[in-house]
């Protein structure tokens, strides 16, 4: 079956700590996205990238930092620069170049203390 | 600004009581628009895209339908599975193709 798969589901890190979230699609879609979503808010997007070896800063990019250095895969890093790093993590992928929906990952909850 | 703006944001509905959400959006021209079903703790499901006014897509007990300004999800006979945040986007054309605004969601709680 084709899908998006994140991991881990729970991350637990303590202050300081560099944490790194996997991201790996088997749809053949070109692009994929990192989203931040909070309680009350809409998802933000992070990081996107449209294809492999080239990816661009989103709204909230400060702290955090990506890869694609292949078509499958797109991992987040959240940097002990993030300020409030605690939230749920979304990857997403789509075709590219067009009004083309997003197909999203299960998710990581990512608690910082 | 594009914006979008979603409504209620949160609705109780017995079983088998029909009822619509709304998705405002103000955006110079729209590419798509996407709603998603999403369930507490997992990632948003895609449901349909709509692109221009007087389109109307169906899936079971939903209908989207799209007007110049706002989008309706109207709920036929609800059942408790139906119970989710619904959430709306839209991708304008006055940016990439990259670009998804989502609204905050409407959590719909189905009672039996």
């Known amino acids: 079956d084709g899908g998006i798969t994140q991991s881990p589901k729970y991350l637990f890190r303590k202050e300081g700590q560099n944490v790194t979230l996997s991201c790996e699609q088997n749809?053949?879609?070109?692009?994929m996205y990192w989203y931040r979503q909070d309680p009350g808010q809409g998802l933000r997007l992070i990081y996107y990238?449209?294809?492999?070896?080239?990816?661009q800063k989103g709204d909230i990019a400060e702290g955090y930092s990506v890869s694609r250095e292949k078509k499958e895969s797109f991992p987040l890093t959240v940097t002990s620069a993030q300020k409030n790093p605690t939230a749920f993590y979304l990857c997403?992928?789509?075709?590219?170049?067009?009004?083309?929906?997003?197909?999203f990952g299960p998710g990581t909850r990512l608690t910082v203390t | 600004e594009d914006q979008v703006t979603q409504s209620p944001e949160a609705l109780r509905l017995q079983e088998g009581e029909s009822s619509s959400l709304n998705c405002s959006y103000t955006?110079?021209?729209?590419?798509?628009l996407f709603w998603y079903r999403q369930d507490p703790g997992k990632g948003p499901e895609f449901l349909f895209t709509?692109?221009?006014a007087g389109e109307e897509k169906e899936k079971e007990r939903l209908k989207a339908t799209l007007t110049k300004k706002e989008s309706f999800l109207h709920i036929t006979a609800p059942k408790p599975e139906d119970s989710a945040t619904y959430l709306c986007?839209?991708?304008?054309?006055?940016?990439?193709?990259?670009?998804?605004?989502f609204g905050t969601g409407t959590r719909l709680k189905v009672l039996a």
């Open positions: 990238s449209q294809i492999v070896n080239d990816f």
């Open positions: 955006v110079s021209g729209l590419r798509g």
């Open positions: 997403a992928s789509s075709s590219a170049g067009g009004a083309y929906e997003q197909y």
């Open positions: 986007a839209v991708q304008p054309t006055t940016s990439g193709t990259y670009k998804y605004i």
């Open positions: 749809l053949n879609h070109d692009a």
């Open positions: 709509l692109y221009s």
